[in-house]
């Protein structure tokens, strides 16, 4: 939350949703996963929907995200276990491998 206490948000869920993380911090800056949307919270109180459908994600050193995507529809258009890589910000977004089954 902010310092005076608007935009609570929880963070962790001891578990009880296997699509939520816990959050991670970088470059004052808090990313997370809610209800398979990666988020952002940043220093700025900016609060921002990154990537939707998202599993996992890692932050590197360098300040990019690796992100699992698994979209679960039937159509030709869906990622089904890719794995993507992007910005903290959300640009350069790039899928580094291909499934296509």
Do not use: H
């Amino acid at each position: 939350m902010n310092k005076d206490g608007s935009k609570e948000t929880q963070l962790t869920f001891n578990g009880r949703d296997g699509n939520r993380n816990t959050a991670k911090f970088w470059n004052g800056n808090l990313f997370f996963i809610d209800n398979g949307t990666l988020k952002i919270v940043k220093s700025n109180d900016q609060y921002l929907k990154l990537i939707n459908p998202c599993s996992t994600y890692d932050i590197s050193t360098t300040g990019e995200i690796v992100y699992s995507k698994m979209d679960y529809g039937l159509g030709p258009e869906t990622q089904k276990g890719t794995l993507w890589i992007m910005n903290t910000d959300g640009s350069n977004n790039r899928q580094l491998t291909f499934n296509n089954f």
